[in-house]
């Protein structure tokens, strides 16, 4: 089983944090593969990304407005091209992972028979804003998702199944713009998925601060490793037990702060690992009572 890093890149068309991304995926090699969706080919500079580009047949045109086309193609691709990829994680320019190689790899194989995507009834007025045309939409199909998620690959299939059979439903969200942020959660209701609590789990992945914006449109950029914003990041991952991946994180953020964070020992692990030990040394302590018991019982028998 594997897990499908899946970015989706344009602009600058590199990642914030490239060598970062490098080095915490190699302790997982085993069971990551890589996929870029880009814009122009020509803008790539890293051999590393163009290693993991999409083929030019399946790059489509993108926009801030319009990039739910981009998550289907990679998405598509990645299913298609290895039939082992079980999670598919959606992810960006300025993405980084926050958590230890050691805590993602336990996630993985604890939870890879569902989705993690937060989900919940739209943030905006519907009424005022076409976003995503839910307004043209039954009441039931008037949801929003966080942009940023992971799918297994079961709900990925049905991603596929839903723009084939309801093509005209998936043109109409997709023409409302930020479609992305509402068309996931759509689909897996269309399927009576998104309340099945072991298909889909309503938890961040992702964290972003949007209490301090940058723009109206966009989550504060994490330049500097103030104690402010290092106190953020534990507070987050503390509160929110699937959160693996930040952004925005600019390329000047410290490589040493996000080195402190997945350095950080797997706070889960070891306390089930004690509990383990302890139970077993429970059960062998028990043994050793029960010898003991036996032998002064046979001795004062005989």
């Known amino acids: 089983m594997k897990v499908a890093l899946c970015f989706i890149i344009s ?7 490239e060598e970062f991304w490098k080095k915490w995926i190699e302790s997982n090699q085993d069971i990551i593969n ?13 051999e590393w990304i163009k290693e993991h580009a999409l083929p030019e047949e399946y790059i489509v045109k993108t926009s801030y407005y319009h990039v739910v086309p981009a998550y289907m193609s990679i998405l598509s691709y990645a299913a298609i091209t290895d039939q082992d990829n079980r999670w598919f994680c959606m992810l960006t320019d300025s993405c980084v992972p ?10 993985f194989f604890q939870n890879y028979n569902s989705s993690v995507m937060r989900w919940r009834k739209p943030w905006w007025n519907v009424t005022l804003q076409k976003r995503a045309n839910l307004n043209l939409l039954p009441e039931d199909f008037h949801l929003g998702n966080d942009p940023w998620f992971i799918m297994k690959r079961e709900d990925v299939v049905l991603f596929m199944h839903f723009i084939q059979n309801q093509r005209k439903m998936y043109d109409l969200v997709c023409k409302g713009g930020l479609a992305n942020e ?5 689909i897996l209701q269309s399927y009576k998925k998104l309340n099945n609590h072991l298909n889909i789990k309503n938890k961040i992945t992702h964290l972003a601060d949007w209490d301090r914006v ?15 914003n290092i106190n953020w990041i534990q507070t987050s991952i503390e509160k929110n037990q699937f959160a693996m991946f930040l952004r925005k994180v600019s390329p000047d ?6 080195i ?15 509990y383990y030990t302890w139970s077993i040394l429970g059960v062998e302590f028990m043994y050793f009572l029960f010898i003991i018991t036996i032998l002064f019982v046979s001795q004062r028998f005989y």
């Open 11 to 17: 602009y600058d068309h590199k990642l914030n944090k």
């Open 253 to 258: 953020f410290p490589d040493d702060v996000l």
């Open 98 to 107: 926050i958590i230890s190689p050691s805590k993602f790899r336990r996630l």
């Open 34 to 46: 890589v996929y870029f969706h880009y814009k122009d080919y020509d803008k790539i500079k890293s």
């Open 260 to 274: 402190d964070f997945i350095n950080k020992k797997d706070d889960d692990l070891i306390q089930n690992m004690n």
């Open 214 to 228: 940058s723009s109206p449109t966009s989550p504060y950029i994490f330049k500097d490793g103030t104690e402010e």
């Open 182 to 186: 509402s068309i996931f959660a759509i």
